[in-house]
């Protein structure tokens, strides 16, 4: 089992930046491909951002490359997304999602598909105005 829990959601005007926190309890799993989602009202889930713990090669939608940068804590198990330039469009609830296990790199490779990941965050909000 693994356990997340998300943190740094808000309101912020255009242009600004938040920070987004997910922290993973995932005892007996040495690799994990941790990923951010995020859904508007009346949208699709969209997969945002993407890394396998360890290593250092992101997955980034092209909706937000350039922007937000993924980032890892391996001592404290948690990732970050570094939310820059924000726009309204970018308004949703965000959610940490997580796969597991020798074969979790194969999720972290586009497309990212909210069908691959099994454990989930409960979600927090991020909303930009204009």
């Known amino acids: 089992q693994v356990q997340l829990v998300e943190s740094g959601g808000g309101s912020v005007q255009a242009g600004g930046s938040l920070r987004l926190s997910c922290a993973a309890a995932a005892p007996t799993y040495r690799s994990l491909c941790m990923t951010w989602f995020r859904q508007a009202p009346g949208k699709e889930r969209e997969g945002v951002a993407a890394?396998?713990?360890?290593?250092?090669?992101?997955y980034y939608a092209e909706s937000v490359r350039g922007r937000f940068t993924i980032s890892q804590d391996n001592a404290a198990n948690t990732i970050y997304l570094q939310m820059n330039d924000l726009k309204p469009e970018d308004t949703a609830m965000y959610y940490c999602a997580a796969d597991a296990g020798p074969e979790a790199w194969s999720s972290c490779v586009a497309p990212i598909q909210q069908a691959n990941f099994p454990y989930w965050g409960q979600g927090t909000q991020v909303t930009v105005s204009s």
């Open positions: 890394i396998i713990t360890g290593r250092n090669n992101p």
